[in-house]
Each structure stands twice: as structure tokens, then as C-alpha cells.
């Protein structure tokens, strides 16, 4: 796992069903199933680059996280539209990403999470057309 200023190793616990033998992880919520940065750091890295131009990590990291929150806004505005969120949003693709990202901020990340897997069966992050195995949501 990497912040903006460290690198970290956690731990992840891993079960095996004794029925069908398949594997499950327990994530903590700041960690985005299949993906090895914080919810945190992918905000920060694409909000300082789309807001002051710097750029914060490798350009191919921070290129594939723009495309992946370019071809996720639909799917994060039906999220805010499914809970309450009713106010018109930028047409500009940038400037939508820039509003729907501060909306996750302000609606705590960890709480975000959590409600996401409520509302959709793929990963924040994961390709727009992925619609593989659902992440078990936890209590």
C-alpha cells in the first residue's frame, strides 16, 4: 500500500469456506478491493494533478487512474443520484471528475466504500465494462 509519503505493508486476512473451498479476504476500508493505493491516495494524486498540474506519481499510474475516473462518472453520479444528490453536475468530463471526487471527500471515504458496495457489484476504481465476481461486503 502506498500514501504520498510512505510505503506500508499490511497484513490481509484470507479465509477458506470449508464448503466450497474459495477464498475470501477482509479488507480494511481504506483499501479498494484489487487495487494496491488508498482510495486517499488516488484522490490526492488525480486532484493535484487536474487542480495545480503536478504530478505526483508516474505518469502511466496517474493516466490510468484519469481514464478509470473518466469511465466511472456515470456510475459514481448514480450513486450520489440514488442517495439524494439532485443538483445539476459540470458538463466538462474534468471538471464532473473534480465534483464527484470532493463529493466522496465530503462524504467521508471510508463511508463512501461502504455504501458503494451496497449500490454495485464492481470496485470503485474497476474498468466500467468489468462486471466480474462481487466483493462480499462486510458489517
Not at 114 to 126: E, K, L, V
Request: aromatic share 14%.
Amino acid at each position: 500500500m502506498e500514501t504520498e509519503a510512505s510505503t506500508y505493508r499490511v497484513t490481509i486476512c484470507r479465509l477458506i469456506c470449508p464448503d466450497c473451498k474459495k477464498t475470501v479476504s477482509i479488507l480494511p476500508t481504506f483499501l479498494l478491493p484489487y487495487f494496491q493505493h488508498t482510495l486517499d491516495f488516488i484522490i490526492f494524486i488525480l486532484l493535484a494533478f487536474w487542480l495545480t498540474r503536478s504530478c505526483l506519481c508516474t505518469h502511466q499510474l496517474r493516466r490510468f487512474y484519469e481514464r478509470r475516473a473518466y469511465g466511472k462518472q456515470t456510475e459514481w453520479t448514480l450513486f450520489f443520484r440514488e442517495e439524494g444528490y439532485h443538483q445539476v453536475l459540470p458538463k466538462d468530463p474534468k471538471e464532473k471528475a473534480i465534483k464527484l471526487l470532493r463529493m466522496i471527500q465530503a462524504l467521508g471515504k471510508a463511508t463512501f466504500v461502504r455504501r458503494w458496495w451496497g449500490h454495485r457489484i464492481n470496485s470503485f476504481m474497476a474498468h466500467s465494462l468489468y462486471h466480474g465476481a462481487r466483493v462480499a461486503k462486510t458489517e
